[in-house]
């Protein structure tokens, strides 16, 4: 008899691992309280690129006459047909996964699963009946929620979160973004191409101000918003917030309680205007109230799953995946997939790990960023005898081409081996780009094998070459784009 595996939620994390344990033979049963595909389809990765496409095919409009085109009527963006589209092809995707599902034999109960034993998940179904699934191993997968901070008053109207600013079917003329990591900052090139007014309130001295992410790409990233006229308040925080009326908000911001020294300019309240406010900071846990602790499931204080390299828990059959293990591990769609796969081979009796270290991030801000391995900092940390060498987007005839000629690409390299220990890109289509550099960290190539690769021309690839390149000491173009 084949094993039985029971997973509870259905996001990228669950519905791929189902997907694989049933590839691999098990009898596999998904309890989903939403809609499958979880965020990252319903109200994350997903809707935010597609709403993206229409805001980047705006900006190519905006710039018909540098590609040499004329056009005599207007363009502007129809923000119900954009959602209608959006909704299109969210329904296509999750209508994919159900058909896959059903290849599989995989099957799915709609409902909210509490857990009672390892063994045991009841579920109650939306039609008010419960149904309890056994099977021999569990897989956790609740992904995680927008983060209703206590100081904002949530009213869908004037104060939003990250899912309900993606049904919005009107431009807000003024967006005050609260948070300008990776979401916020998603959030403010797409609004502001789509023409609203955006100003983005961060409380650190960079935005997307992750570990993961190298300051030059912050500080680029920073540089474009200006030119974008996207207004920017670092180091600042809300106060308090006053409703004015007329779905206007009044926002007070403040010193951010981050700042080492707190000086009389600091000090000074702002004050802006707002017609939306959008919240994005950071995502909260969905691991309470579902049997997790009955269970005796070690979570830290946030709420987030403990579990090892392996995704098992401190419970024997119990492993965990996905946004649920929080900010600690990588709250990323692949990585809960990946996550998935080594879940369920190892309760199928495989012995697999989760590499962190080659898991590359992406983020769809104008110009992109993306990275995998170590920055600077870590290197300097893990006392590596390291190189950093760059080459600027602006060089590639691809870049000038396409008119996309902002960023740079970095690498940094062991001096003595040339071993890659990280890439760091901020350019157009950063986040494809990375793929290459991600397998060349798998794989522990150094910068000569990735130098001797040959690259296509004219393309955007090139950039990983020729920083490699440099990284040898022997640059084909030190000067272009200078
Ligand atoms: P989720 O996708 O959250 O799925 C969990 C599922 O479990 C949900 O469907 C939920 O309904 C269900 N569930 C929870 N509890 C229960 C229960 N008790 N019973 C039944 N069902 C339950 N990541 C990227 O890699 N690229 C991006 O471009 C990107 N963009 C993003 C943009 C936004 C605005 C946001 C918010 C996130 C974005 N992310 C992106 C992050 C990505 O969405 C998450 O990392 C990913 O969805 C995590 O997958 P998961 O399977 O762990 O959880």
């Known amino acids: 008899m084949s094993i039985k595996i029971t997973i509870l939620g259905a996001g990228p994390g669950g519905y791929i691992g189902a997907i694989r344990a049933a590839q ?29 496409a229409t805001a980047e095919a705006l900006e190519t409009a905006r710039r018909f006459s540098e590609f040499g085109l004329v056009h005599d009527g207007t ?24 058909k896959t599902f059903d290849h599989y034999n995989i099957e799915l109960i709609e409902g909210m699963g509490s857990v009672l034993e390892p063994g045991r998940v009841r579920v109650e179904k939306k039609d008010g009946k419960t149904v309890d699934v056994t099977g021999d191993k569990l897989i956790l997968a609740p992904g995680s929620k927008t983060r209703k901070v206590k100081d904002f008053d949530f ?14 079917d009107e431009i807000p003329e003024e967006l005050v973004i609260i948070g300008g990591g990776v979401v916020g900052s998603e959030f403010g090139f797409i609004f502001n191409e789509l023409g609203a007014r955006v100003m983005i309130v961060e409380a650190m001295d960079r935005v997307v101000g992750l570990p993961s992410v190298d300051p030059d790409s912050s500080k680029i ?19 308090r917030t006053e409703n004015l009326g007329g779905g206007k908000t009044r926002l007070i911001l403040g010193p951010s309680p981050f700042l080492k020294k707190i000086g009389p300019k600091d000090k000074k309240e702002i004050v802006i205007k707002a017609d939306k406010v959008l919240v994005t900071v950071g995502r909260d846990s969905k691991n309470r109230g579902i049997g997790l602790k009955r269970l005796g499931l070690e979570l830290d204080s946030e709420g987030w799953i403990r579990a090892n390299e392996k995704m098992e828990t401190n419970i024997p059959d119990v492993y965990a995946i996905g946004d649920a293990l929080g900010p600690e591990k990588v709250m990323l769609a692949h990585a809960a997939s990946a996550e998935a796969m080594i879940a369920v081979e190892n309760a199928l009796g495989g012995h697999r790990v ?22 600077e900092a870590q290197a300097e940390k893990r006392g590596y005898e390291y190189r950093s060498d760059t080459f600027l987007m602006r060089g590639l005839g691809k870049s000038q081409a396409i008119g996309r000629i902002a960023g740079q690409t970095k690498i940094i390299s062991d001096v003595k081996t040339r071993k890659i220990y990280g890439v760091h890109i901020i350019g157009s289509h950063a986040s494809d780009l990375i793929a290459e550099a991600t397998l060349a960290l798998k794989l522990g190539a150094t910068t000569e094998e990735l130098a001797s690769t040959i690259h296509v021309h004219p393309t955007l690839s090139e950039a990983m070459a020729e920083t490699a390149y440099a990284a040898l000491d022997i640059p084909f173009h030190p000067k272009a784009g200078l």
Not at 221 to 239: A, G, P, S
Not at 356 to 375: K, R
């Open 354 to 375: 989760m590499n962190y270290d080659c898991v590359p991030i992406g983020i769809f801000t104008s110009p992109e960023i993306a990275g995998v391995g170590i920055t």
């Open 75 to 98: 363009v502007k963006p129809d923000m119900k047909a954009v959602m209608a589209r959006k909704n299109k092809i969210v329904d296509t995707l999750v209508l994919g996964i159900q």
């Open 155 to 168: 009213d869908r109207q004037r104060i939003l979160t990250s899912d309900q600013a993606l049904t919005l």
């Open 24 to 52: 691999l033979g098990a009898r596999v049963t998904v309890i989903e309280d939403d809609r499958l595909g979880g965020t990252c389809l319903n109200w994350g990765c997903i809707p935010t690129k597609t709403i993206r």
């Open 221 to 239: 990233l920073q540089r474009e918003m200006k030119k974008r006229k996207i207004k920017l308040f670092l180091n600042k925080v809300v106060m």
